[in-house]
Each structure stands twice: as C-alpha cells, then as structure tokens.
C-alpha cells in the first residue's frame, strides 16, 4: 500500500491549496479516507474524513467551512481544496486510510508541507 501526497506548498493567508493524495496497492474504494496534520511542537490534528462512496464527510473544527475534503474513485485519489488559508494552518498535512474501525488509520502517506504567510 502506498500514499503519495502532493500539491503542499508556500501560499499568502486568505489564499488557496489543493492537496492530492494518490493510492496504489489497496482497493481504494473500500476505503474511508482521512487527512490530517501537524505543525512543529504541535500533536497530530484530524482535518477531514470522507467515506468510501464519498457521501459523507466531516471536518476538524478549525477547519470546518474552509477546507472540503473530496475523492475520485476511478483515478485512486483523495482531494484536499483548502480556502481562506491562515498562518495556522502551517503544518505537514498527511493523508491516511481508514482500516479495521472507525478512527483507526493503518496506512499513511508521506505528508505534504502547507506553508501559510502572514
């Protein structure tokens, strides 16, 4: 199983990222997808979560109304559209499937940088 993030970057606050994260060696569409982050000196934080079929999602509250989290089953991938970023949301955002339970998330990706200028 592998998960390759990618789209991180540098961007200005109130500007906008899209981060992707491609699987492979895994029946992506059975699979719950996560995202989450974390910043220096900080803890692991949940950002998203969408279900296997993509019909329900649910979001940190930090990031609730900025952030959609979105999957395309055909292409192996699990989208991240950031909006209205703030220097706060600086981290290395990675992305991971959900296994054996809800909240349990056995595979993880590499993670992304997401750098937020004030």
């Known amino acids: 199983v592998q998960l390759q993030a990618s789209g991180g970057g540098l961007v200005q606050a109130g500007g906008s990222l899209r981060l992707s994260c491609a699987a492979s060696?895994?029946?992506?569409?059975?699979?719950?997808m996560g995202w989450f982050r974390q910043a220096p000196g900080k803890d692991r934080e949940f950002v998203a979560r969408?279900?296997?079929?993509?019909?329900?999602?649910s979001y940190g509250d930090s990031v609730r109304g900025r952030f959609t989290i979105s999957r395309d089953n055909a292409k192996n991938t699990v989208y991240l559209q950031m909006n209205r970023l703030k220097s706060e949301d600086t981290a290395v955002y990675y992305c991971?499937?959900?296994?054996?339970?809800?909240?349990?998330?056995?595979?993880w990706g590499q993670g992304t940088q997401v750098t937020v200028s004030s």
């Open positions: 060696g895994m029946t992506f569409s059975s699979y719950n």
């Open positions: 969408i279900i296997w079929s993509g019909g329900v999602t």
């Open positions: 991971a499937a959900e296994t054996k339970a809800p909240g349990v998330y056995d595979y």
